[in-house]
């Protein structure tokens, strides 16, 4: 069955370096998203992707923050500076058809670390 | 509260019985979805029941919704070691593209 997959599973790095997280969404699929979830807290909205270009981002996604499809298949978000408050689980997303009507389906996450 | 808490929080049940989780949330939605996800893991999507519909079934999984109510139950049917897990209710308002709103989530735990 096809799924999302996300990598690294597991990044660590130094406050204020720029880090990049991965995903490869599934085939078909036309709308891509972005989660994250603090330790503990809820997951919460991050950024939403469709026909090349954001649809919708929430309050979280700052300046500090980009998403990118470099080429048909991976999808990316990018830190540029990155800071404590950063570390969370990423979670990429995505859907085939209109998310009115259709699932989202989740990838593994990436857990970043932020020293 | 926000849009999507569950209640309860956690939930402990042996082996065999029914687990029921409850969402409620607060704006008009077009779906409710409801994941979950293992320790530490990803989310895993369970079942999607759109705004117009009051029940879905699937497997060992039943999911009604209440519009009037802005609620919606899980029930899980004889629960297994398995599904220990945390469940999610998460909401698609009217007025988004896509944006999902996650609940706090029940810790649910069968034991054998």
């Known amino acids: 069955e096809p799924e999302v997959t996300q990598t690294p599973s597991h990044q660590v790095t130094q406050m204020g370096q720029e880090v990049i997280l991965r995903c490869v969404p599934i085939?078909?699929?036309?709308?891509f998203y972005w989660y994250r979830q603090i330790l503990g807290q809820k997951v919460e909205f991050l950024v939403s992707f469709y026909n090349n270009e954001i649809s919708e981002k929430s309050e979280i996604f700052d300046d500090q923050f980009s998403v990118e499809r470099p080429d048909g298949s991976n999808f990316t978000l990018k830190i540029r500076s990155t800071k404590l408050e950063d570390s969370a689980m990423y979670f990429c997303?995505?859907?085939?058809?209109?998310?009115?009507?259709?699932?989202?389906?989740f990838g593994p996450g990436t857990r970043l670390t932020v020293l | 509260s926000q849009q999507g808490e569950e209640d309860p929080q956690a939930l402990s049940i042996q082996e065999g019985e029914n687990a029921t989780m409850n969402c409620s949330y607060k704006t008009s939605i077009n779906n409710l979805q409801w994941y979950r996800q293992n320790s530490g893991r990803g989310l895993v999507h369970l079942i999607l029941?759109?705004?117009?519909?009051r029940e879905k079934h699937s497997g060992r999984l039943r999911v009604t919704l209440d519009t009037s109510k802005k609620s919606s139950s899980l029930l899980i049917t004889a629960s297994r070691a398995a599904d220990t897990a945390s469940y999610f209710c998460a909401t698609l308002r009217g007025s988004t593209l896509g944006r999902l709103y996650f609940g706090r989530g029940t810790q649910l735990t069968v034991w054998p």
């Open positions: 029941i759109r705004s117009n519909e």
């Open positions: 085939s078909n699929h036309l709308y």
């Open positions: 997303a995505s859907s085939d058809t209109t998310p009115s009507y259709n699932e989202q389906f």
